[in-house]
């Protein structure tokens, strides 16, 4: 019985453990489930209230880990992301196919390459409108290049959310403030 307990909890799932898909990508169940065309994804967006993100992972990515794991596992900003944002997840180095704005359809692998997307996790943030023409990388309004902390990564999604692009204030300006802000209620 000691023997069945001690195997048990070698071999039990850490709690922040997270689904890992067929592709070997980490999973969360407010990611979409799209055709990877761009054009319907950010039409599905704004018919459900939302904005467009369009996140880059990869098997076997530590930080994409990490951002499952410590990030997206924090239910204030899982909620949040899940409120605001329609997400559609790309494999850095998959074989589907994904349809740009302007109607060029390339594999993930090979979209990744024509949007510049180098490293993952990387998240593009889509504008409220489709772009009369052009790519989602021409497009996008903000890139989180990276797994960044909770902070980080809420108040990124935040700043896309409340259209902080448009003002004067600088992504790390308003992190900066919030953050203090953060502080300061405690």
Known sequence: MKRLLIALLLFAAPAAAVEIGEDGLHKQDWFAVTFKDMAEDLETAQDEGKRLAIIFEQRGCIYCKQLHEE?????????FIR????????????????????GEALTEKE????????????????PETAPEKGTAEAAAVS?????????????MFRWVHEKGYDGDEHFQKYHARKFQEAQQSQ
Do not use: C
Not at 83 to 102: A, P, R
Not at 111 to 126: D, Q, S, Y
Not at 144 to 149: H, I, R, S
């Open 83 to 102: 409120d605001n944002f329609y997400v559609v997840q790309i494999n850095l180095f998959g074989d589907e196919e994904v349809t740009d704005f302007d």
């Open 71 to 79: 990030v997206f596992s924090v239910p204030e900003v899982s909620q």
């Open 143 to 155: 890139v989180m290049p990276g797994a960044f902390g909770k902070h980080t990564t809420l108040n």
């Open 111 to 126: 979209m990744a390459r024509r949007w510049g997307v180098v490293f993952t996790p990387t998240v593009l943030f889509m």
